[in-house]
């Protein structure tokens, strides 16, 4: 009898170790909702600004980069695959989700009450400030060290602030393109770039360019970067938004930095957003648009 209740305790043991560890659930939505019937589908169609290192990228085998892990995941959260849209820019990736080519959209949408109140935007993903990028070994170190050089900005009318108002005398040049200024600063026409830190990433690795590039100054301002959803899936805001939650209190947000930014910044111990879409947007009321 004893060696009866051993063997069945062995059997069960077995058992049990060949069992697979739990996972977290699939979010199931009602098949009479919006969601639902795209959760019946088993694709989320997902478009992404591929001209956006280190968000997205594209190689041979497609899109690629930390907002497309993110994208990736709030899809398997409903079970679902991503099918990744490469985009060229931030109006044709809005334009395929406004359009209904896709269901979301990943590219640099600066998070104002004028953005939200036009669009289906959710909590910020990347919380963008802006500073300065300057030739490694420079001796520019913060905004006060920028009094008589040359600075190349792109400044948005919104959200950003020119280098001119921070400290006098300073010759600032204005750009729409971070790649411009880049140039001048490759050139030596210029001694610093001043524009959001996300969009200088892209030219921390010079690709061997010479001078390479370096970030560095306090953040002059504060800005979040959402993703954008279409107006017509009603909960798919809120289903990112809890994605979003699990993937910074899971650490996988850190994991895609660690991955995709750090090696460009060198800055590790990064803070995920803590902002709401509402926090982040009031820090640039509509009055400031008029």
């Given at each position: ?7 069945l ?11 697979p ?12 909702t ?34 497309v ?11 679902m ?12 990736v ?29 909590d ?14 420079s ?109 910074k209190?899971?650490?996988d ?38």
């Amino acid at each position: 009898m004893r060696r009866s209740c051993l063997a069945l305790l062995i059997a069960l043991s077995v058992v049990a170790a060949c069992v697979p560890p739990e996972t977290d659930p699939i979010r199931r939505f009602p098949v009479d909702t919006a969601l639902g019937e795209l959760q019946e589908t088993g694709t989320m169609r997902i478009a992404v600004d591929t001209n956006w290192r280190p968000f997205g990228d594209e190689d041979a085998n497609g899109p690629r980069g930390s907002a497309v892990d993110l994208g990736r995941f709030v899809a398997g959260e409903m079970g679902m695959e991503a099918q990744l849209i490469a985009a060229s820019s931030p109006d044709e990736v809005a334009g395929l989700v406004n359009g209904g080519e896709a269901d979301l959209g990943f590219a640099a949408f600066e998070l104002t009450e004028e953005s939200v109140r036009n669009n289906s935007l959710t909590d910020p993903f990347f919380i963008a400030h802006q500073r300065l990028a300057v030739p490694a070994g420079s001796d520019i170190e913060a905004v006060d060290d920028l009094e008589g050089k040359r600075v190349c900005e792109v400044v948005h009318e919104i959200t950003g602030v020119s280098v001119s108002e921070l400290i006098e005398p300073v010759d600032v040049s204005e750009e729409n393109d971070v790649g411009a200024c880049v140039m001048e600063v490759r050139r030596g026409t210029v001694d610093a770039v001043s524009a959001p830190d996300g969009l200088l990433l892209p030219w921390l690795e010079a690709d061997g360019a010479d001078p390479n590039l370096e970030l560095t100054g306090d953040e002059a301002t504060t800005v979040g970067w959402a993703a954008i959803a279409s107006p017509e899936l009603s909960g798919i805001v809120g289903h990112f938004n809890d994605s979003l939650a699990e993937a910074k209190s899971d650490g996988d947000w850190t994991r895609w930095y660690a991955r995709w930014v750090e090696p460009l910044t060198g800055e590790s111990e990064p803070e995920p957003p803590q902002l709401s879409l509402e926090e982040a947007a009031a820090l640039f009321p509509s009055s400031l648009t008029d």
